[in-house]
Protein backbone atom coordinates (compact mmCIF):
# COMPACT_ATOMS: atom_id res chain seq x y z
CA UNK A 1 0.00 0.00 0.00
CA UNK A 2 2.91 2.51 0.62
CA UNK A 3 5.51 0.74 -1.30
CA UNK A 4 7.58 3.69 -2.83
CA UNK A 5 10.05 1.23 -4.71
CA UNK A 6 10.96 3.00 -8.07
CA UNK A 7 10.50 6.40 -7.25
CA UNK A 8 13.82 8.65 -7.13
CA UNK A 9 14.35 12.09 -5.27
CA UNK A 10 16.27 14.51 -6.50
CA UNK A 11 17.63 17.46 -4.25
CA UNK A 12 18.98 20.41 -5.86
CA UNK A 13 19.57 22.57 -3.30
CA UNK A 14 21.09 21.76 0.36
CA UNK A 15 17.94 23.06 2.23
CA UNK A 16 15.97 20.37 0.42
CA UNK A 17 17.84 17.78 2.32
CA UNK A 18 17.76 19.96 5.32
CA UNK A 19 13.93 19.50 5.18
CA UNK A 20 13.68 15.60 4.30
CA UNK A 21 15.99 14.62 7.58
CA UNK A 22 13.43 17.74 9.49
CA UNK A 23 10.59 15.45 7.77
CA UNK A 24 8.99 18.72 6.46
CA UNK A 25 9.21 18.65 2.76
CA UNK A 26 6.31 18.74 0.99
CA UNK A 27 7.02 17.61 -2.70
CA UNK A 28 4.78 18.37 -5.39
CA UNK A 29 1.95 15.69 -6.76
CA UNK A 30 4.02 15.24 -9.98
CA UNK A 31 7.00 14.04 -8.12
CA UNK A 32 5.55 10.41 -7.79
CA UNK A 33 4.17 10.87 -11.84
CA UNK A 34 7.85 8.42 -12.15
CA UNK A 35 6.11 5.20 -10.91
CA UNK A 36 4.58 3.71 -13.88
CA UNK A 37 2.37 4.72 -16.97
CA UNK A 38 -1.13 3.62 -15.61
CA UNK A 39 -0.13 4.53 -11.65
CA UNK A 40 -0.37 8.01 -9.80
CA UNK A 41 -0.32 8.67 -5.56
CA UNK A 42 -3.82 9.57 -4.04
CA UNK A 43 -3.03 12.04 -1.40
CA UNK A 44 -5.85 11.11 1.18
CA UNK A 45 -5.22 7.82 2.01
CA UNK A 46 -1.54 7.34 0.65
CA UNK A 47 -2.85 4.60 -1.99
CA UNK A 48 -1.49 3.91 -5.26
CA UNK A 49 -3.84 4.91 -8.01
CA UNK A 50 -4.11 2.09 -10.46
CA UNK A 51 -5.98 2.82 -13.96
CA UNK A 52 -8.41 0.04 -14.76
CA UNK A 53 -10.56 -0.23 -18.22
CA UNK A 54 -14.23 -1.24 -17.91
CA UNK A 55 -14.18 -5.43 -18.58
CA UNK A 56 -11.98 -5.18 -15.61
CA UNK A 57 -13.79 -2.71 -13.76
CA UNK A 58 -16.66 -5.18 -13.91
CA UNK A 59 -14.78 -8.11 -13.14
CA UNK A 60 -13.47 -6.83 -10.66
CA UNK A 61 -16.81 -5.77 -8.74
CA UNK A 62 -18.86 -8.91 -9.51
CA UNK A 63 -16.33 -10.96 -8.19
CA UNK A 64 -15.70 -8.29 -5.16
CA UNK A 65 -19.37 -8.26 -4.77
CA UNK A 66 -20.13 -12.00 -4.67
CA UNK A 67 -17.52 -12.50 -1.99
CA UNK A 68 -19.13 -9.72 0.18
CA UNK A 69 -22.46 -11.23 -0.55
CA UNK A 70 -21.72 -14.86 0.29
CA UNK A 71 -19.37 -13.87 3.72
CA UNK A 72 -22.30 -12.19 4.85
CA UNK A 73 -24.93 -14.79 4.16
CA UNK A 74 -22.29 -17.67 5.50
CA UNK A 75 -21.89 -15.81 8.54
CA UNK A 76 -25.52 -14.58 9.33
CA UNK A 77 -26.55 -18.04 8.65
CA UNK A 78 -24.03 -19.40 11.28
CA UNK A 79 -25.16 -17.04 13.68
CA UNK A 80 -29.01 -17.73 13.10
CA UNK A 81 -28.64 -22.21 13.01
CA UNK A 82 -26.30 -21.79 16.78
CA UNK A 83 -29.34 -19.21 18.46
CA UNK A 84 -32.51 -21.70 17.02
CA UNK A 85 -31.25 -24.90 16.94
CA UNK A 86 -31.51 -26.26 20.99
CA UNK A 87 -28.51 -28.70 20.13
CA UNK A 88 -26.27 -26.48 18.46
CA UNK A 89 -25.83 -23.62 21.76
CA UNK A 90 -22.74 -24.97 23.75
CA UNK A 91 -19.87 -22.82 24.75
CA UNK A 92 -17.35 -24.51 21.90
CA UNK A 93 -20.20 -22.67 19.67
CA UNK A 94 -20.08 -19.70 21.19
CA UNK A 95 -16.86 -19.02 20.00
CA UNK A 96 -17.75 -20.21 16.46
CA UNK A 97 -20.66 -17.59 17.07
CA UNK A 98 -18.11 -14.73 17.58
CA UNK A 99 -15.56 -15.57 14.83
CA UNK A 100 -18.88 -15.18 13.03
CA UNK A 101 -19.88 -11.84 13.88
CA UNK A 102 -16.16 -10.68 13.50
CA UNK A 103 -15.85 -11.59 10.40
CA UNK A 104 -19.61 -10.14 9.62
CA UNK A 105 -18.31 -7.13 10.54
CA UNK A 106 -15.58 -7.06 7.91
CA UNK A 107 -17.95 -7.93 5.76
CA UNK A 108 -20.19 -5.00 6.47
CA UNK A 109 -17.87 -2.56 7.80
CA UNK A 110 -15.05 -2.59 5.85
CA UNK A 111 -15.53 -4.33 2.25
CA UNK A 112 -17.78 -2.19 0.86
CA UNK A 113 -15.82 0.94 1.09
CA UNK A 114 -12.54 -1.38 -0.19
CA UNK A 115 -14.83 -2.32 -3.09
CA UNK A 116 -15.35 1.14 -3.69
CA UNK A 117 -11.67 2.02 -3.89
CA UNK A 118 -10.45 -0.85 -6.05
CA UNK A 119 -13.42 -0.16 -8.35
CA UNK A 120 -11.84 3.73 -8.62
CA UNK A 121 -8.39 2.82 -9.05
CA UNK A 122 -7.43 3.26 -5.54
CA UNK A 123 -8.80 6.32 -4.98
CA UNK A 124 -10.31 7.26 -1.83
CA UNK A 125 -13.89 8.57 -2.20
CA UNK A 126 -14.78 9.44 1.35
CA UNK A 127 -12.74 12.10 3.02
CA UNK A 128 -9.79 11.78 4.76
CA UNK A 129 -11.78 12.25 8.48
CA UNK A 130 -13.48 9.05 7.20
CA UNK A 131 -10.20 7.48 5.83
CA UNK A 132 -8.67 7.22 9.36
CA UNK A 133 -12.27 5.84 11.08
CA UNK A 134 -11.88 3.16 8.18
CA UNK A 135 -8.92 2.41 9.09
CA UNK A 136 -9.38 1.75 12.46
CA UNK A 137 -12.23 -0.21 12.33
CA UNK A 138 -10.88 -2.01 9.25
CA UNK A 139 -8.01 -2.80 11.78
CA UNK A 140 -10.19 -3.51 15.02
CA UNK A 141 -12.63 -5.82 13.11
CA UNK A 142 -9.49 -8.24 11.55
CA UNK A 143 -8.15 -8.28 14.56
CA UNK A 144 -11.15 -9.47 16.34
CA UNK A 145 -11.44 -12.16 14.37
CA UNK A 146 -7.52 -13.58 14.32
CA UNK A 147 -7.99 -13.07 18.14
CA UNK A 148 -10.78 -15.00 17.85
CA UNK A 149 -9.47 -17.94 15.83
CA UNK A 150 -6.98 -17.58 18.22
CA UNK A 151 -9.05 -18.75 21.08
CA UNK A 152 -10.96 -21.30 19.38
CA UNK A 153 -7.56 -22.86 18.55
CA UNK A 154 -5.95 -22.74 22.42
CA UNK A 155 -9.98 -24.03 23.08
CA UNK A 156 -9.65 -27.22 20.78
Not at 34 to 48: D, I, K, L, R
Not at 80 to 109: F, G, T
Amino acid sequence: MFNTSGIEFTFTKKEDISEVINGSLHLPYDAFSTVGPTAMWNESCAEQLQDFGRPEKIIIGVMLAIITAVTVMGNTLVVIAVCVVKKLRQPSNYLLVSLAVADLSVAIVVMPFVIVTDLTGGKWLFGEVFCNIFIAMDVMCCTASIMTLCVISVDR
